[in-house]
């Protein structure tokens, strides 16, 4: 990206593969907030990179095409297509924080990916969130708390 100088975080002392996406992928997400709000209508995605190398967040799928792979979740603003914020799934570790823990982890994710546009706008409400596959009760009842329409 130019113009761009990702923070230096001691990488010396970094070891993990986690650790250094992670920082990358923090760095990004708050550059895709920082400049944009969404419009009312918002999406989510999931996208799946290939990936055959060696680490521990690696998602295996059989009955898939591309069987090895890599997920990102994406929340972007319906009409201009722009990315709001990204989630780049590391297993069980990416999911220990989120609220609700007794909710299905994918339900879990989405909630997470709204929570962060309402701590940027609080009195934000109306949405309307359209999702692929995972609409489901749960997930509709806690958006609707939130003043967030389910499609």
Aim: contains cysteine; aromatic residues 12%.
């Amino acid at each position: 990206m130019p113009h761009s100088k990702i923070p230096d975080s001691d990488s010396k002392n970094l070891k993990t593969c986690i650790q250094r996406a992670s920082i990358f992928l923090k760095y990004l997400d708050s550059k895709f907030s920082e400049h944009f709000i969404p419009g009312q209508n918002i999406c989510i995605n999931e996208s799946i990179v290939k990936f055959k190398g060696k680490i521990s967040f690696i998602t295996y799928n059989p009955m898939k095409s591309t069987k090895w792979d890599i997920r990102i979740y994406a929340m972007t603003d319906s009409e201009t297509r722009y990315i709001y914020t990204i989630l780049l799934y590391f297993g069980s570790i990416t999911s220990k924080n989120f609220i609700r823990p007794d909710l299905p982890v994918s339900t879990r994710i989405l909630l997470h990916l709204y929570q962060k546009l309402l701590n940027k706008i609080p009195e934000v409400q109306g949405y309307y969130m359209f999702t692929d596959r995972y609409t489901n009760i749960p997930l509709r009842e806690e958006l609707m708390k939130m003043k967030c329409h389910l499609t």
